[in-house]
């Protein structure tokens, strides 16, 4: 099965949300937290939790729960290393059953 653009799986409310307040931040990195429709797959409401700058953000797990999806964008369009992604917080998010995506540019949620 082919993946389908990350548009396809933010509602446009959503999509909208997210490129304000990254553009508000500057474009630099913000790390949020939303929810998925019921009986979807589609994340149709997100919170901004951190702002950072552009090459980091403060990941802040204290208040997902299971189910959570969490979003955060690389400023710079640069996905890095995955091996030097921190290993605790991987464990965290999954331990909490949370889902993360990871959005590289901007452009892609057009």
């Known amino acids: 099965m082919a ?9 446009p409310d959503v999509r909208k949300k997210i490129a ?3 553009e508000v931040n500057g474009g630099n ?25 552009d090459t980091s953000v403060p990941a802040i797990l204290r208040s997902l729960a299971p189910g959570d999806v969490v ?3 690389h ?5 890095g290393d ?3 992604i921190n290993e605790s917080c991987v ?3 999954h331990q909490r059953q949370v889902e ?3 959005l590289k540019v901007i452009v892609w949620l057009g």
């Open 29 to 53: 990195e913000v790390f949020f937290q939303g929810n998925i429709s019921d009986g979807t797959d589609v994340l149709d409401t997100v919170e901004a939790l951190a702002w950072g700058n």
């Open 100 to 102: 993360k995506i990871v």
């Open 75 to 79: 400023a710079l369009g640069i996905m």
């Open 20 to 22: 304000d307040v990254i």
């Open 3 to 11: 993946l389908r653009p990350i548009k396809d799986y933010l509602s």
């Open 91 to 93: 464990d965290d998010l």
């Open 82 to 84: 995955p091996e030097a």
């Open 71 to 73: 979003i955060h964008n």
